[in-house]
């Protein structure tokens, strides 16, 4: 059975930093692509960071130079360091692979 569990969301000040985690079982972790989608409250899906699976990050242009997106293959983990947070960045995020969706973390920033 596929799993993937976020982790690390919260309440942050602007400008602040969070490093969110998805744990990943069920799968060859280390032959898929992993994806961070995020919804915005009111808002429809938006594509945020992905990283083959042989490595290499693509983020949206919203986030690039702010979020690093990394995995370890040993532990089956994808994370998203998220820094210079904005209000803009509140949303639930969203671990993605192989069609299969983590039930989301919340990160709202906020002063």
């Known amino acids: 059975e596929v799993q993937l569990v976020e982790s690390g969301g919260g309440l942050v000040q602007p400008g602040g930093s969070l490093r969110l985690s998805c744990a990943a079982s069920g799968f060859t972790f280390s032959s898929y692509d992993m994806i961070w989608v995020r919804q915005a409250p009111g808002k429809g899906l938006e594509w945020v960071s992905a990283m083959k699976s042989g490595g290499g990050g693509a983020y949206a242009d919203s986030v690039k130079g702010r979020f690093t997106i990394s995995r370890d293959n040993a532990k089956n983990t994808v994370s998203l360091q998220m820094n210079s947070l904005k209000p803009e960045d509140t949303a639930v995020y969203y671990c993605?692979?192989?069609?299969?969706w983590g039930q989301g973390t919340q990160v709202t920033v906020s002063s």
């Open positions: 993605v692979a192989i069609g299969y």
